[in-house]
């Protein structure tokens, strides 16, 4: 099913290039929010903040990759996780000033999740990432930087659009990273993400080695 929302045809048609994804997300970042849940039925945020939330114990401080808007965020706040602190990262300053408007985050930062990220390994007690690993935006290498900042033991929660599980070889890039004693794979399982759009995701549950 082609999307309807110009901006979200205008994301699919990415090709990577962090220019083009930053005048993208500077352009859609006040409606982002309305055009995606309420217009596109988008759920992977809270499907992942709640598999998340699940996945903790006690307090923590979780790192959120390509945080945008802060929906995952949000969503996590809803999950009422005892001592929970979440770090935002994303490419667009424009999302951030967003995510800061909800009041979820202790810190936000621009970080390109192409390149290596700027911060010490097992830094946290959880990663998520969602609406990050799709079309023309970030591939699976990326994976790898979200396992060195989690901690031995943390989950890693990531959502891939369907669109790109089979043709850029998720599966097996996780089965490498998993060879190479980076995480175990926990569970994959297909998961909603755009419902009114018709789309739907692979929700990967990892834990960091």
């Known amino acids: 099913m082609e999307p309807d929302n110009p901006l979200l ?16 997300y500077r352009d859609w970042a006040e409606s ?7 217009g596109m039925g988008y759920v992977a ?44 990262i994303d490419l ?31 830094s946290y007690d959880g990663v998520v990432s969602v609406g990050v690993f799709t079309s023309g935006h970030v591939g699976p290498q990326a994976m790898e930087e979200l396992a060195r900042v989690a901690r031995p033991g943390a989950p890693v929660v990531v959502t891939v659009h369907e669109k790109v599980w089979e ?23 297909d998961a909603a993400y755009h419902e009114k759009e018709g789309y739907s995701c692979k929700l990967c549950v990892l834990e960091a080695a």
Not at 9 to 24: M, P
Not at 167 to 188: N, Q, S, T
């Open 32 to 38: 982002y929010d309305a055009d995606t849940v309420e």
């Open 167 to 189: 043709p850029d070889r998720y599966a097996d890039h996780l089965k490498a990273m998993e060879k190479r004693g980076l995480v175990r794979v926990r569970a994959i399982r």
């Open 92 to 122: 667009s300053a424009g999302m951030l000033e967003q995510a800061a408007e909800k009041n979820v985050y202790r810190k936000l930062s621009e970080a390109d999740l192409t390149k290596p990220l700027d911060m010490p390994a097992n």
């Open 45 to 88: 945020p809270d499907e992942a903040a709640a598999v998340l939330a699940g996945e903790l114990d006690g307090t923590a401080l979780v790192l959120d990759a390509g945080c945008g808007t802060g929906l995952v965020g949000e969503a996590l706040s809803r999950q009422e996780v005892s001592g929970l602190l979440i770090d935002g």
């Open 9 to 24: 045809k205008r994301a699919y048609a990415l090709n990577g290039n962090a220019r083009e994804i930053r005048a993208l």
